[in-house]
């Protein structure tokens, strides 16, 4: 995470009191926030590393899971900027529900498919992006909506993101802007399409790799961000090329129907009929 001022006091300032007091450590991986966010981050007792942000969620994320001060052992809880965490749930799990876990050989938490409490082992990792996963996790498992009290997903963990006004923006950034991507992998899976089969997959993403060369070097955008190729997308005669990527990557055209203000369940219920 970077420069997400209002996000970090969300997260750490709720457990201030358990971090002053030792009960628990917490971790942030810096992407390069300024020395003024840094310095509140780690006054509120929370060690900070730094790795340059490059569009690789696994590396980040590795970056902490391999942390010298982390041990063999130790309950993690991840989050990212987006998501927030119940004091009341730190403190369940101090009280009693750890100790519970490790009678009943319960190693990973989940929410929404999504581990989000494990204890670490020293053959784990995080692999993929933007869609990741921890390898190598512990059985037994069990879902957080299983446990007593649980009415929804603000319980004890929950996440501010706006999926539904951001799918398509971070869809097109995911397919466009980043190098290394598994977003195909997800896009196209059998739960979203039905016709789907790896060399389907596969197919998409050399066809995204073949795109991403095409905008830089006969079209010269840039893939910073969405800027230039939305620039583009808006205003610019579109070429016959460009309209076969369209055609063929319904990723790419729900990001063009949305930058010319189409609605949103419109796109997404025409998303795979759609033809320019």
Not at 49 to 78: C, P, V
Not at 93 to 116: A, W
Not at 200 to 216: P, S
Request: charged share 25%; proline share 3%; net charge negative.
């Amino acid at each position: 995470m970077q420069n997400n001022a209002d996000d970090l006091k969300e997260i750490f300032e709720p457990l201030e009191h358990l971090l002053e007091t030792r009960e628990i450590g917490a971790l942030w991986v810096d992407g390069g926030s300024s020395a003024d966010q840094i310095m509140h981050v780690k006054s509120l007792g929370v060690w900070v590393k730094h790795r340059a942000w490059t569009n690789d969620h696994d590396f980040s994320m590795n970056e902490y899971l391999r942390d010298r001060d982390i041990k063999h052992g130790d309950w993690i809880i991840q989050c990212d900027t987006s998501e927030r965490i119940h004091p009341d749930f730190v403190h369940k799990l101090l009280d009693q529900m750890l100790d519970n876990f490790e009678e009943q050989g319960i190693n990973t938490v989940y929410q929404r498919s999504k581990p989000l409490l494990f204890r670490k082992f020293d053959d784990q990792f995080f692999m993929g992006t933007p869609h990741w996963g921890l390898q190598n996790q512990m059985p037994h498992t069990v879902d957080i909506a299983t446990f007593d009290g649980f009415e929804d997903d603000k319980t004890y963990f929950w996440s501010n993101r706006d999926d539904i006004n951001k799918w398509i923006t971070n869809g097109m950034k995911y397919y466009y802007v980043y190098g290394r991507s598994n977003h195909m992998w997800l896009v196209y899976s059998p739960a979203n399409y039905p016709e789907s089969t790896r060399n389907l997959i596969r197919e998409h993403e050399i066809q995204r790799m073949v795109f991403r060369r095409y905008c830089r070097t006969e079209l010269g955008l840039s893939m910073d961000n969405l800027d230039d190729i939305t620039e583009f997308m808006k205003n610019e005669e579109l070429t016959q090329t460009f309209i076969a990527f369209l055609n063929y990557e319904k990723v790419l055209a729900n990001y063009y129907r949305y930058i010319h203000g189409e609605d949103q369940q419109i796109i997404y219920d025409t998303q795979n009929s759609w033809k320019f």
